[in-house]
């Protein structure tokens, strides 16, 4: 029992990193008034390129730096068309999801083709602590996690100083609350939405090029599995707050562990287990319609602004 427990929260963790790495971006996005349902294509691209820098340069570290890179290029398209041109920003971030959908599918083919990515690119190595794969229950938890699930706790701290302890996240929070009352005071506002919304897509990408690159080892046109729109309501449930989105981030990969357990305790060729692929799924509907109304986003998110 104390196994089964301990390999559900190692399971709980490995879905949750690249959702947390994805919501925390957006988190960035929406605090500065751009909303950015591009998640998904970011995971997308920086999965694809994560994996292919990889391979080009046989080196795992340069394929995330390309990864992020893909992500923020992404990301800085949405926020050209959303800040500059003031167009829809729900409509450009499905048009980014498509554009990376199309992009990766042409490059996968045209690059790899019906061979697939290699099995030698070098993947994201696990961490193990010593001493602690001997201390029972969380050895068996914590004792061998990848280095992006530590990175993410990482990340989940420094996103939080930053935010809500720092100048400067007082400034994103301005700008995405009163961007008239911030830039009256000399805050750019268009330099805070086009920072914020790039580093929205590069911290996607990581959570894209993590799935590539430390789970699969590969790369599918379908590796994102909609984790971007997964994300996008972790955030949405965490009330646009790091630990917020975290929570809901761990709550959604609980939810996909359990899936993966579940099927052992029914009879083989039974379909019913296939029915808990969608758990995840039911649970991100139940969770945002549960918050609608409750959650309050930043006062200016997805309105355009005009600089007169």
């Given amino acids: 029992m104390v196994f089964v427990w ?25 605090r500065s008034g751009v909303v950015n349902i591009g998640l998904e294509g970011n995971m997308l691209a920086g999965a694809f390129f994560g994996i292919w820098g ?7 570290e340069l394929g995330l730096v390309i990864a992020m890179v893909s992500g923020a290029v992404l990301a800085l398209l949405h926020a ?9 920003q ?18 996968y083919v045209d690059i790899y083709g019906d061979q697939g990515t290699p099995t030698t690119i070098p993947a994201i190595p696990d961490v193990n602590i010593p001493g602690l794969e001997d201390v029972g229950f969380l050895g068996s938890a914590f004792g061998q996690l990848n280095l992006m699930i530590w990175l993410s706790f990482v990340l989940l701290l420094v996103s939080y ?33 086009y920072a914020c919304v790039v580093a929205s897509g590069a911290l ?35 009330n646009w707050r790091p630990f917020g989105a975290f929570a809901a981030a761990l709550l959604f990969g609980f939810s996909s562990a359990l899936a993966d357990r579940l099927p052992e305790y029914f009879a083989q060729g039974s379909s019913a287990p296939l029915l808990f692929n969608a758990l995840p799924y039911v649970l991100t509907i139940i969770a945002v319609a549960g918050v609608i ?10 309105r355009p602004y005009t600089k007169h």
């Avoid at 935010?163 to 805050?187: C, N, Q, S, W, Y």
Wanted: net charge positive.
């Fill in 90 to 107: 729900i409509v450009i971030g499905t048009a980014i999801n498509f554009l990376a959908l199309g992009v990766t599918g042409y490059l």
């Fill in 293 to 302: 109304g409750r959650s309050v986003p930043p006062a200016a998110v997805g």
């Fill in 204 to 238: 996607a990408a990581l959570g894209g090029a993590y799935l590539s690159l430390a789970v699969v080892h590969l790369f599918d046109q379908n590796i994102t599995g909609g984790r971007g729109f997964i994300a996008l309501a972790a955030l949405i449930f965490g």
């Fill in 161 to 193: 100083v930053v935010m809500f302890k720092t100048p400067i996240g007082l400034r994103i929070r301005a700008v995405g609350e009163h961007p008239r009352a911030a830039d009256t005071v000399g805050i750019s506002v268009y330099g805070i939405r």
């Fill in 54 to 60: 990889a391979d080009v340069t046989d080196s795992w």
């Fill in 6 to 30: 301990s390999a559900l929260i190692a399971s709980t963790l490995r879905y949750a990193t690249p959702l947390t790495f994805a919501a925390i971006g957006g988190m960035f996005s929406e």
């Fill in 80 to 88: 050209f068309f959303c800040i500059h041109l003031r167009a829809d």
